[in-house]
């Protein structure tokens, strides 16, 4: 059974999974009878391509409503009417995204399937900037870890404060201003990539590269120091 501390530290150390909206390259032979005519309308330069837009942008407000109202919770103090200009605004630019990205879909789900995933994204987007939109961002250590909980023994308690110790050690001084202020803000204080992006005026890859290097300098100081950040010790 994995340790709090130590997923903590993987948290902090390791890489993170950029979401993924389109499919993998595959072939279109197979496509569905239902997708298939999807392209072809949206292909199209005429009337079939107008009503096929229209229906396309009516499954992205649902996708994008049924999502704003499954976070809603995030934002108790909007309105109902706030809720579905915030859907409309989803469906909108996840329709300009699937135009976009029409090239890029390759089957192996259908068509309907993988738009809506871009409304879920863009209405999700939506939700944490409007969350974020008054708030300060916090680009110092809000909390650390907690060390591990009271069922291990002293030893363990003691490796893993060790451990947490040369952790914040690193970040402190092994980073540089920049870097520490992008994982500290993400992976300590929970700011989502996109709000920091917007914020610092950057773009999401750009913050990516920034984890990556931070968390590769994480990893070389601490394995030099004899830490195992995937075990939350000291290898010994």
Same mark, same amino acid.
């Given at each position: 059974?994995?340790?709090?501390?130590?997923?903590?530290?993987?948290?902090?150390?390791?890489?993170?999974?950029?979401?993924?909206?389109?499919?993998?390259? *595959?072939?279109?032979?197979?496509?569905? =009878?239902?997708?298939?005519?999807?392209?072809?309308? !949206?292909?199209? *330069?005429?009337?079939?391509?107008?009503?096929?837009?229209?229906?396309?942008?009516?499954?992205?407000?649902?996708?994008?409503?049924?999502?704003?109202?499954?976070?809603?919770?995030?934002?108790?103090? !909007?309105?109902?009417? &706030?809720?579905?200009? !915030?859907?409309?605004?989803?469906?909108? &630019?996840?329709?300009?995204?699937?135009?976009? /990205? !029409?090239?890029?879909?390759?089957?192996?789900?259908?068509?309907?399937?993988?738009?809506? /995933?871009?409304?879920?994204?863009?209405?999700?987007? /939506?939700?944490?900037?409007?969350?974020?939109?008054?708030?300060?961002? %916090?680009?110092?250590?809000?909390?650390?870890?907690?060390? =591990? *909980?009271?069922?291990?023994?002293?030893?363990?308690? =003691?490796?893993?404060?060790?451990?947490?110790?040369?952790?914040?050690?690193? @970040?402190?001084?092994?980073?540089?201003?920049?870097?520490?202020?992008?994982?500290?803000?993400?992976?300590?204080?929970?700011? %989502? @990539?996109?709000?920091?992006?917007?914020?610092?005026?950057?773009?999401?890859?750009?913050?990516?590269?920034?984890?990556?290097?931070?968390?590769?300098?994480?990893?070389?100081?601490?394995?030099?120091?004899?830490?195992?950040?995937?075990?939350?010790?000291?290898?010994?």
């Amino acid at each position: 059974m994995r340790r709090p501390l130590a997923d903590s530290v993987e948290l902090v150390a390791t890489e993170p999974v950029p979401p993924l909206l389109t499919a993998a390259p *595959s072939s279109l032979d197979t496509l569905d =009878a239902e997708s298939r005519r999807w392209l072809d309308d !949206l292909a199209d *330069s005429g009337h079939a391509r107008d009503a096929a837009v229209a229906r396309l942008h009516a499954l992205l407000l649902r996708a994008a409503r049924f999502e704003v109202a499954r976070r809603r919770r995030m934002l108790p103090h !909007l309105r109902g009417g &706030d809720h579905d200009d !915030l859907a409309q605004q989803a469906a909108d &630019d996840a329709l300009f995204a699937v135009l976009g /990205k !029409l090239q890029t879909f390759r089957g192996e789900s259908r068509f309907t399937t993988w738009a809506y /995933k871009f409304a879920l994204y863009e209405a999700a987007l /939506k939700l944490r900037r409007r969350a974020w939109q008054e708030r300060e961002l %916090p680009l110092e250590p809000e909390r650390w870890p907690d060390v =591990a *909980s009271r069922a291990l023994s002293p030893g363990e308690h =003691a490796a893993e404060s060790e451990l947490l110790g040369a952790l914040r050690d690193a @970040i402190n001084g092994g980073l540089s201003a920049h870097q520490r202020e992008v994982l500290v803000a993400i992976t300590l204080n929970g700011v %989502p @990539i996109d709000v920091l992006a917007e914020r610092l005026n950057t773009t999401r890859g750009a913050l990516y590269k920034t984890l990556h290097d931070a968390r590769r300098k994480l990893r070389t100081r601490l394995t030099a120091e004899g830490f195992d950040v995937m075990q939350g010790g000291r290898d010994r």
